[in-house]
C-alpha cells in the first residue's frame, strides 16, 4: 500500500500563489509517475499536471498552462504544485495521485492510490 498526504492548501486572493506538497510513504514504486488532479463542485476530476519518476515528463491541463509547475524530489519521496496566478476558477479540491501505470497517464482511472485531497479557494 502506498499513502500520499497533501498539504498547502488554503484560501487566497485572486492573482496570488500556493505551494501544495503531496508525501508519499509505504510501499512507493521505483519509476511511479505521479500526478495533481482538481475537482471543483458539480465537476468531473480533471488533470492538474503529472510528472514522471526522473522529472524529464511533465504534463499539464492547459487551462493551468504557464501558470502551475509540477515538480518533484526523490529523496523525500513529495511531489509539488506551485501554483501562482490563481483564479477564482482555480477553486477546488486538489488531490495527489500516483500510477504503476509505465509512462504518464493523465486520465484518473489510471492512477491507482489517491490522497485525502485539500481545498483551494480562490477568491475574487
Known amino acids: 500500500q502506498v499513502q500520499l498526504v497533501e498539504s498547502g492548501g488554503g484560501l487566497v486572493q485572486a492573482g496570488g500563489s500556493l505551494r501544495l506538497s503531496c508525501a508519499a510513504s509505504?510501499?512507493?514504486?521505483?519509476?511511479?509517475?505521479m500526478g495533481w488532479f482538481r475537482q471543483a463542485p458539480g465537476k468531473e476530476r480533471e488533470l492538474v499536471a503529472a510528472?514522471?519518476?526522473?522529472?524529464?515528463?511533465?504534463v499539464y491541463a492547459a487551462s493551468i498552462q504557464g501558470r502551475f509547475t509540477i515538480s518533484r524530489d526523490n529523496a523525500k519521496n513529495t511531489v509539488y504544485l506551485q501554483m501562482n496566478s490563481l483564479k477564482p476558477e482555480d477553486t477546488a479540491v486538489y488531490s495527489c495521485?500516483?500510477?504503476?501505470?509505465?509512462?504518464?497517464?493523465?486520465?484518473?482511472?489510471?492512477?491507482?492510490?489517491w490522497g485525502q485531497g485539500t481545498q483551494v479557494t480562490v477568491s475574487s
Open positions: 509505504g510501499r512507493t514504486a521505483v519509476n511511479a509517475a
Open positions: 495521485a500516483t500510477t504503476r501505470t509505465f509512462g504518464v497517464p493523465k486520465t484518473p482511472t489510471m492512477y491507482d492510490y
Open positions: 510528472i514522471s519518476w526522473s522529472g524529464g515528463s511533465t
